[in-house]
């Protein structure tokens, strides 16, 4: 277990008729691992208490063998921005301190409440400077407003109801201070001057059709019309109804979560698969929720990488109400990272996510089954809302400092990994070149400013 606080008194608990001896030959034969393998490899052996070094060590070394294999010893990153909409949310996620209560928003409504709401201009105004400066990827993910719809056809819907507000969760944009507009407009903003555009998780996805008979492709295929080019698999936290009825009993469920990605690639989508660990959850929920994401990859392909969030407990609901007294531990960040490569034998990206980790801890995942170190970001307020003290920014020098050090060869992406342009340390000051108005000036360096520019 983790920080639990509580019994939760939950079905699924880590116990196998599997050895650990076992697990970890099929793990170091390259076979396919079972859920009873997985749950061995992760709690180095049901049959002991707590996690043996030794144990642990082999289980490292076969992911990042097993690593290597499968993707050599490069490791990417991207030069990409977060841009999150807004902050207003009511879905009231135990996990979450990102969200604001939604009628905090509202015109008539004088509370402080520190979030934020931008309208398509002021999206497209921060990723136009962003682009500017050699950017790639956008990264949008935001609270579920009252007032975000789809698109014009979907806000008509939705206002036809007798009352919207209880019954699909809508309210006009005139009730609020600041009008998000649409999903669609907000994205075509966003795909200003070329800049791909990485949004719309499943729950977002489920908040673009509610109170409409259309289905997840139908709703991705007018997202990718108005701008969007990929989508994020958060949302997913531990895909196991008895956790989410702990941690977000007023999300999606597992299988509305994995029809959502499914839409998304049937309309043509690239998709991320995320899992948020480290909280209520038992060794079992996260071996099972990596099994839903390899059945959901040998269906679709189209999953690019698998990003494990260790939980930031520290501004929280859990943490402040007693459900659990911390996150995961370094030895279960270890053992995540490297059993999501041995489990997921066809996902080719195991992200090590420095936001989350902070710099010293993501670059000991990168020799644990991992291979990308994430993204620039230039700012970021999930981990920082929550408590979380690594920073939003990584640099190209950074980046080549960092993954030198570590003796592996730093590579900038795009956001699919098709297109890499590897960086010679030797050849600084490095920026980035794949982005649409890149050309290898450092990030940051004042070819715009934003504090002076007037356009
Ligand atoms: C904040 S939500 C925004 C998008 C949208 N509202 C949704 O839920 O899909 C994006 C993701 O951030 C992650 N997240 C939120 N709070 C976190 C925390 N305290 N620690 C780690 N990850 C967190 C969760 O995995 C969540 O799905
Ligand atoms: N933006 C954050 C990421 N991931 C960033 C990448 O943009 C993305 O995964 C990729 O480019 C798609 O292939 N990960 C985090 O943990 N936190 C972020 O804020
Ligand atoms: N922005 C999310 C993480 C994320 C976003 C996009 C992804 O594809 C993957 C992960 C967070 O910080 O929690
Ligand atoms: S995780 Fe997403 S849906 Fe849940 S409260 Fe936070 S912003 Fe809202």
């Known amino acids: 277990m983790t920080g639990a606080a509580h019994d939760f008194g939950f079905d699924h608990v880590p116990e196998t008729d599997q050895s650990f001896e076992n697990a970890l030959a099929k793990a170091r034969a390259g076979e396919r691992l079972t859920v009873d393998d997985g749950v061995e490899l992760i709690t180095t052996g049901t049959d002991r208490e707590g996690i043996d070094a030794e144990r642990k060590e082999l289980v490292l070394e076969a992911a990042d063998r097993r690593r290597a294999e499968m993707v050599g010893d490069d490791v990417t990153f991207v030069a990409n921005l977060n841009n999150n909409v807004t902050t207003a949310c009511n879905t009231g996620c135990l996990f979450c301190n990102f969200k604001n209560t939604a009628h905090l928003f509202e015109a008539d409504s004088d509370a402080d409440h520190g979030g934020f709401t931008k309208t398509p201009a002021e999206s497209r105004d921060i990723v136009a400077d962003a682009v500017e400066m050699g950017v790639y990827e ?187 007294t911390g996150g995961a531990s370094d030895d279960e960040d270890e053992l995540m990272v490297a059993v999501a490569r041995l489990y997921l034998d066809n996902v080719d990206h195991i992200q090590s996510s420095w936001v989350k980790f902070g710099n010293a801890k993501a670059l000991k995942l990168l020799n644990c089954g991992a291979d990308d170190l994430m993204g620039t970001i230039l700012s970021e307020e999930i981990t920082k809302r929550a408590g979380g003290g690594f920073g939003e920014f990584r640099s190209f020098d950074d980046y080549v400092d960092m993954i030198t050090a570590i003796g592996r060869r730093p590579v900038e992406r795009s956001t699919d990994y098709r297109t890499r342009r590897p960086l010679d340390p030797d050849d600084g000051p490095h920026g980035p070149t794949l982005g649409p108005r890149a050309d290898g000036t450092p990030l940051l360096d004042g070819r715009r400013d934003p504090a002076t520019a007037d356009d």
């Open 138 to 324: 956008v990264t949008s993910v935001s609270g579920l407003h009252p007032a975000l719809v789809l698109d014009g056809e979907h806000r008509e819907i939705l206002e036809a109801y007798d009352n919207p507000a209880a019954e699909v969760n809508y309210k006009p944009p005139e009730a609020y201070d600041t009008d998000p507009a649409s999903y669609a407009e907000q994205l075509s903003a966003m795909s200003v001057d070329g800049a791909h555009v990485h949004s719309m998780t499943p729950e977002e996805a489920h908040h673009a059709k509610r109170g409409t008979d259309w289905s997840y492709e139908e709703v991705y295929r007018r997202l990718a019309d108005a701008g969007l080019a990929s989508a994020p698999g958060t949302a997913a936290e531990i895909l196991v109804p008895e956790v989410r009825e702990v941690i977000c009993p007023g999300k999606i469920g597992t299988d509305e979560w994995v029809a959502g990605m499914e839409g998304a690639m049937q309309a043509g989508l690239d998709v991320t698969a995320t899992i948020m660990y480290g909280h209520v959850e038992t060794e079992k929920h996260r071996v099972l929720h990596l099994d839903v994401i390899r059945d959901l990859q040998d269906r679709y392909g189209g999953i690019t990488e698998f990003v494990p969030l260790s939980f930031i407990h520290q501004n929280t609901p859990l943490y402040d109400r007693g459900l659990v």
